[in-house]
Nanobody
Framework: QVKIVESGGGLVQPGGSLTLSCTAS????????MAWYRQAPGKERVEIAT????????TYDVSVKGRFTASRDNAKNTAYLQMNNLQPEDSDVYLC???????WGVGTQVTVSA
């Protein structure tokens, strides 16, 4: 049974940092790129970062480039999203998704507020 669990969200002040974790099980973790999405209430998910399987190649949406860093530890079946210089507009639910699969977690809430 596949399980995707995001964690690490919370409340942070503007300019602060958070590190999200995405722990997966039930499928060959290292064989799939991992994408990170954000989703606002009532809106579609938006892909913001991806880390691949070959040399951990990363891609980022322009909204987070230079502030967010994706990484992965295949030995731990875990992907990470380091988020720096967070701003109120970054407040959303963040989800991870192994690309080309149908697997999703429920996400973790990030709230940036003074």
């Amino acid at each position: 049974q596949v399980k995707i669990v995001e964690s690490g969200g919370g409340l942070v002040q503007p300019g602060g940092s958070l590190t999200l974790s995405c722990t997966a099980s039930g499928y060959p973790f290292s064989d799939f790129a991992m994408a990170w999405y954000r989703q606002a209430p009532g809106k579609e998910r938006v892909e913001i970062a991806t880390i691949g399987t070959i040399r951990d190649l990363q891609t980022y949406d322009v909204s987070v480039k230079g502030r967010f860093t994706a990484s992965r530890d295949n030995a731990k079946n875990t992907a990470y999203l380091q988020m720096n210089n967070l701003q109120p507009e970054d407040s959303d639910v963040y989800l991870c998704h192994p690309r080309t699969t149908s697997f999703w977690g429920v996400g973790t809430q990030v709230t940036v507020s003074a």
